[in-house]
C-alpha cells in the first residue's frame, strides 16, 4: 500500500509547521560493531552525506525491536534507517539474522498502517564500507524526501494506525512467532525438521493483519466509543471481520459494550494501568 | 516506569563538553553556538567547550567539572566512542561518577567530517545530537559490573596431537587438566601414519615422547574411551559430565575448554576408481599399508592430488595434501625403511649414498637451467630415469601447494629423486580404469597438449580432511559454532584463529580446518595460553551490558533460551527465564524477542534508546 499524497488534516498543522521549509528527519539506529564503524568510516574518509539523519548506536541490529522502530514512527520520524553486520558477519554471530525477520514484520505493519514501507530500510554496512555508508544515506533521505513528510502529526487516523502497529508488534502471538522463526525456518526444531518457509509466513501474515486489526479497534474505541458498523467503516474491513475481533477483544476484557436502550451497541476500550 | 527509578534518588546534573577537536569539530561546527544550546537543555547543571577534550586539560576539566557543579552525568560530545569512550569514562570514575552514566555524542565522524560545506546544517544536527544524548543521560542509572569466580581447572576434548600439546601447557602451568579421549589410546590421527615429513623418525617414534610426559604428568588427568555427556554453565563454572564405555558418568568442574578432535580424511566414494581395484587406495591407507608392511610389489605409483577436494566433494584446499604425498614419494624414492619389501637378490634396500647425491643436485641445476622457473615443476614422462628404489613415481596435481621454507626443500628433494609432478586442469581429471586387472591413468598432458596413458601398479588418491562426522554435536554441547564446511569455527579468521566468540572455550588442531602436526602444535599452544588467562586471573569481570528477567513478567515460554547464541539464558528451577551474566554479550536479541516483554537490556533500554531517537525529532 502507498501513502495517499492529499490528504485533509484532521486536526491542521502544528504552529510553526507551514512556515519553514520541511527537512526530512531521519533516525539510523546502528550496530557498534559494523554500521556504526562504517560511518565512522565514511567520516575518516570525509565522504559527504546529507544532513538529515541522526544516529542512536546500539549494540547489534538485532536489539532492534519493532516497537522502537514503529514509536519513533510515531513521534514523527520520516524515515528510519537500520544498519547492521552482513549476514554471518554479526559480531553476535546470529543476531542481525533475527533483525532480518523483525524487519519484514515491521514492513508488514507499516503496510497495514497505510505508511509506506520504504520509509524504513535495513542495509548491512560493514566497518571497511565508509563508502558505502554515505551513499546507503544520500539515497535513503532522496527516497524520504520524495515520499514526503510523516503524516502522524497532521492526521489523527494516520497517528492511530501507527500507534495500532505498534501495539500489535508488542502482542504475545506475533513476538512468539516472529521470535522462533529463524530457529524454526533455518536452523531446524529439535528433531532436525525445517518448516515450510511459505507456510510459517502466511501464518505470520495472518496474525500480523489480525492483531493489526485488533489493535486499531483498541485504539480508536479508546478515543471514543464506536459501533460495529462505525469501526467497519471508519477502517475499510468488513463488519463480519470487527465482530469476530470484537468477541475475543471482550472475551479478553479489552473492550466493553456499553448498549443504551434504543441505540445499537457501543464498543470502548477498557482501560489498564495507568491509561485513561 | 519501573525501568527509571533513580530520579527520585537523585535528581540528574548533567554536564555537557564539547570538544573543538582542533579545527576538526571547530571549522565546520559552531562549537561555541552548540555549547550555549547544550546549557539550555533540561537537567544540564553545565556545559562548556573544550579544544581537545581528550588532552590532560580537557580530561581535568571534567573531573573538576564534576567536583565544582556536582554532577551525576557526563556527556561529551566529540569523536566516536569505539575509540574514545574507555578514557572519559575512567575519567569519570576517577571523578567519583559511575562509568554508565557517561553517554559519547559523536559529532565529528557523523557530523563535521561529513557535512564540511555546510556549517549551519552542521552546527543545527550537532545541536540536535547534543540534545539526544542529553535526553538518553537523563535516564542513565549506575551499574555494577559483575566478577565472577573462575574454577582453574581445564578441560581438553581429544587426545591427538593438539590436544595433548595443549592440556600438556596447562599442565606445566600448574593447572589440573581433564583431557577426554574418545579412542581407547592417546595420539589422534597420527598413529596412523608411517613417516612424517621433514624427518627420518617414524610417526609413532616421533609423537611418542609427548604421549609419555601426557601419561607422567601429575595434573592430566586422562579420560579415554570417553565422551561429553553433557555440559552446563559458562565460562569459570562449567559442569561437564564426562561419559565413559560402560562406565559410570564422572562429573567434573571446569573453569575453560578446548575442543582439540581433529578431522577424518574423505572417502573418495566414486571418484577416481576407488574401490574399483585393490590398489586405488587413500592417501592414509598407504599410510596403514605401510605401517603394516603390507605393500604389494610396486614398479610404478601415481598420486592425484586434490581427489574430492577444491570443489569436488569439498571446496577448499586441505592444505597438508600435497606435502603429504611429496613426504610419500621421497620415502618409496628411497625406499625407507625397505617399505617396498625388496628382498637381498632383487638388489637390496636402496639408502643413497652421498655421492649420487651429489652428482645428482648438479643434474638437477642443469635441468633447471634448461628448462626455466616456469615450468620447474612439470617433470616430462619418460624424460628421466626412475628413482633409485626403481619405483616410478608420477603426481597427478592441479598445482603443488609446497608453501612455505620446510615444504619447499622437500619438494625440491621429491624432484631430485626424479618423482614426477604432472599438472591436470580442473576441467580435465586423470581417469583411472582397470583393464585386465592392470591399472592405468589417462590424463591429457597440459604441456605436450595431448592425451596419454599411463600403466601404474598403484594409484594412492590424496583426499582432504574434513570435519568429524559428529562435530555438529559437540558443537551443540558447547554452543559453540561450526562454519560451512563443517569445522569448528573460530571467533575472528584473523586476530582470534584459536578463541571461540564464546568466551572460556578456544580450538586448536585440524577441527578448526587442515593442519599438519607443527600448526596443530602452534595452535594448541595458543589455545593453552589463551585458555589459561581467566584461570590465571581466578575471576572474569563482564561489562555490565547484560539482560536482565523481570520474573513477575517472565512466563517461562522459553523464546529467549532459544536466541540466545551464547547459551547465556537458563529455566531456573521455578521454570523462569534467568541470565548467567558473566555469558552475556548484551546483543540484545532476547530482550527484543521475548513475547512477555520481560527483558531489559541493561544500558540500552526501551526507555533510553527511545528518549535518544525522539530526541532527533523534537522541533526546536
Ligand atoms: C594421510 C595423512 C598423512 C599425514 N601426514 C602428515 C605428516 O607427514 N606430517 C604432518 O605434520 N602431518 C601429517 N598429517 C596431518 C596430521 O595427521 C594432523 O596434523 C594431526 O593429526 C592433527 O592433530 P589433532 O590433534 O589436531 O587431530 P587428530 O590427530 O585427529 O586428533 C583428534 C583426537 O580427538 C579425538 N576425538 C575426536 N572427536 C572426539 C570427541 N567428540 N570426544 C573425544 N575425543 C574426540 C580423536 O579420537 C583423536 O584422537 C597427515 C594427515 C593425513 C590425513
Ligand atoms: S522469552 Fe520472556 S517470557 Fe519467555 S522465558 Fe524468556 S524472559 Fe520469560
Ligand atoms: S543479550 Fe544477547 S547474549 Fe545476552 S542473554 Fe540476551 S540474547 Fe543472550
Known amino acids: 500500500m502507498t501513502e495517499k499524497k492529499h490528504h485533509t488534516a484532521h486536526h491542521g498543522k502544528k504552529k510553526g509547521e507551514a512556515d519553514k521549509e520541511w527537512e526530512p528527519k531521519i533516525v539510523g539506529f546502528l550496530c557498534n560493531w559494523c554500521s556504526y564503524a562504517g560511518a565512522d568510516l565514511c567520516g575518516v574518509s570525509r565522504f559527504q552525506y546529507p544532513t538529515n539523519i541522526r544516529l542512536v548506536r546500539v549494540m547489534c541490529s538485532t536489539r532492534v525491536s519493532p516497537h522502537l522502530v514503529l514509536e519513533v514512527f510515531e513521534a514523527g520520524a520520516d524515515g528510519i534507517l537500520i544498519g547492521g553486520c552482513h549476514l554471518n558477519d554479526c559480531h553476535y554471530m546470529t543476531g542481525n539474522f533475527h533483525t532480518e525477520k523483525r524487519v519484514n514484520l515491521m514492513k508488514k505493519l507499516l503496510r497495514e498502517a497505510g505508511i509506506d514501507e520504504g520509509r524504513l530500510r535495513l542495509e548491512w554496512v560493514s566497518a571497511s564500507e565508509g563508502e558505502k555508508f554515505s551513499k546507503v544515506v544520500t539515497e535513503f533521505t532522496e527516497e524520504i524526501q520524495k515520499l514526503g513528510q510523516s503524516k502522524v502529526h497532521a492526521d489523527d487516523m494516520v497517528k492511530a494506525k501507527v500507534a495500532a502497529a505498534d501495539d500489535a508488534s508488542e502482542t504475545f502471538r506475533l513476538k512468539a512467532l516472529v521470535g522462533k522463526e529463524f530457529n524454526l525456518l533455518d536452523k531446524g526444531n529439535a528433531y532436525g525438521d525445517k518448516l515450510d518457509p511459505e507456510k510459517f509466513r502466511g501464518i505470520i501474515d495472518a496474525a500480523t493483519e489480525d492483531e493489526f486489526e485488533r489493535a486499531l479497534i483498541l485504539e480508536l474505541a479508546r478515543i471514543r466509543p464506536m459501533s460495529v458498523k462505525q469501526l467497519g467503516m471508519v477502517m475499510d474491513t468488513p463488519t463480519d471481520r470487527i465482530l469476530r475481533h470484537i468477541v475475543l477483544l471482550r472475551q479478553n476484557s479489552k473492550i466493553a459494550m456499553e448498549h443504551p436502550e434504543g441505540f445499537t451497541p457501543v464498543y470502548k476500550t477498557v482501560a489498564i494501568g495507568g491509561e485513561q | ?620
Open chain 2, 1 to 620: 516506569m519501573p525501568e527509571n527509578t533513580n530520579t527520585e534518588k537523585e535528581k540528574p546534573r548533567i554536564g555537557v563538553f564539547i570538544c573543538h577537536c582542533g579545527s576538526n569539530i571547530g571549522g565546520f561546527v559552531d562549537v561555541k553556538a552548540v555549547t550555549e544550546y547544550a546549557s539550555t537543555l533540561p537537567d544540564v547543571a553545565y556545559a562548556t567547550d573544550n579544544l581537545y577534550t581528550c588532552a590532560e586539560d580537557g580530561l581535568n576539566n571534567i573531573k573538576e567539572s564534576i567536583k565544582e557543579h556536582n554532577l551525576n552525568r557526563v556527556v561529551v560530545s566529540s569523536c566516536t566512542p569505539r575509540t574514545h569512550a574507555p578514557l572519559f569514562q575512567r575519567t569519570c570514575e576517577a571523578a567519583g561518577v559511575n562509568k554508565y552514566m557517561f553517554t559519547f555524542v559523536n559529532i565529528r565522524e557523523h557530523c563535521s567530517w561529513v557535512h564540511m560545506k555546510q556549517k549551519e546544517k552542521a552546527t543545527q544536527k550537532a545541536k540536535d545530537l547534543v540534545r539526544m544524548g542529553v535526553a538518553r543521560a537523563r535516564f542513565l542509572e549506575p551499574q555494577e559490573e559483575t566478577k565472577v569466580d573462575v574454577t582453574p581447572v581445564a578441560l581438553v576434548v581429544g587426545g591427538g596431537v593438539s590436544g595433548m600439546t595443549a592440556a600438556l601447557s596447562l599442565a606445566n602451568m600448574g593447572f589440573p587438566v581433564h583431557l577426554v579421549e574418545k579412542e581407547k589410546a592417546l595420539g589422534g590421527f597420527v598413529k596412523n601414519l608411517h613417516g612424517l615429513m621433514m624427518t627420518t623418525k617414524s610417526a609413532n617414534e616421533t609423537i611418542k615422547p609427548l604421549i609419555d610426559k601426557v601419561d607422567a604428568h601429575k595434573n592430566i588427568t586422562q579420560h579415554l574411551s570417553s565422551h561429553l555427556a553433557s555440559v552446563e554453565g559458562f565460562i569459570g563454572n562449567y559442569d561437564v559430565s564426562i561419559g565413559g564405555d560402560g562406565a559410570e558418568a564422572k562429573d567434573v568442574k571446569v573453569g575453560t575448554i578446548i575442543v582439540a578432535t581433529g578431522a577424518v580424511p574423505l572417502v573418495p566414494e566414486g571418484l577416481f576408481g576407488y574401490k574399483e581395484h585393490p590398489n586405488i587406495i587413500t592417501s592414509t591407507e598407504f599410510e596403514e599399508l605401510c605401517n603394516k608392511k603390507e605393500l604389494p610389489k610396486l614398479k610404478s605409483v601415481a598420486f592425484i592430488q586434490c581427489a574430492g577436494a577444491r570443489g569436488q566433494k569439498v571446496s577448499y584446499c586441505s592444505r597438508i595434501c600435497c606435502n603429504v604425498a611429496i613426504k610419500s614419494a621421497i620415502s618409496i624414492a628411497e625406499n625407507r625403511d625397505n617399505m617396498l619389501g625388496v628382498t637381498e637378490e632383487e638388489g637390496g634396500v636402496v639408502e643413497e649414498p652421498v655421492a649420487e647425491k651429489k652428482a645428482e643436485d648438479e643434474g638437477l641445476d642443469r635441468r633447471r637451467r634448461r628448462r626455466g622457473r616456469g615450468r620447474r615443476e612439470e617433470g616430462e614422462a619418460g624424460e628421466e630415469s626412475a628413482p633409485s628404489s626403481g619405483v616410478d613415481i608420477t603426481v597427478f596435481n592441479r598445482d603443488v601447494m609446497a608453501y612455505g621454507v620446510e615444504n619447499e626443500l622437500e619438494f625440491n628433494k621429491a624432484r631430485e629423486k626424479r618423482v614426477k609432478f604432472i599438472r591436470y586442469v580442473p576441467d580435465n581429471l586423470p581417469k583411472v580404469s582397470v583393464k585386465d586387472g592392470k591399472l592405468e591413468v589417462e590424463y591429457f598432458h597440459e604441456t605436450l597438449k595431448m592425451e596419454r596413458t599411463m600403466p601404474v601398479d598403484m594409484v594412492i588418491l590424496s583426499t582432504p580432511l574434513v570435519a568429524q562426522p559428529d562435530a555438529a554435536t559437540l558443537s551443540q554441547l558447547l554452543k559453540v559454532p561450526l562454519g560451512q564446511e563443517g569445522f569448528f569455527q573460530e571467533a575472528h579468521v584473523k586476530l582470534r584463529p584459536v578463541d571461540f566468540a564464546t568466551d572460556g572455550v578456544y580450538v586448536c588442531g585440524t577441527c578448526r580446518g587442515p593442519a599438519d602436526i607443527a600448526e596443530a602444535v602452534y595452535q594448541a599452544a595458543a589455545a593453552a595460553s589463551r585458555a589459561a588467562i581467566p584461570l590465571a586471573n581466578g575471576f572474569v569481570q563482564a561489562e555490565a551490558l547484560t539482560s536482565r528477567v523481570d520474573e513477575t513478567k517472565c512466563t517461562g515460554c522459553g523464546t529467549c533460551v532459544e536466541v540466545c547464541p551464547y547459551g547465556a539464558l537458563r529455566k531456573s528451577e521455578e521454570g523462569i527465564s534467568e541470565v548467567i551474566a558473566a555469558a552475556c554479550k548484551g546483543c540484545g536479541c532476547c530482550g527484543a524477542t521475548c513475547p512477555e516483554g520481560a527483558i531489559t537490556m541493561t544500558h540500552y533500554t526501551d526507555l533510553q534508546l527511545l528518549a535518544e531517537a525522539k530526541a532527533a525529532l523534537e522541533e526546536v
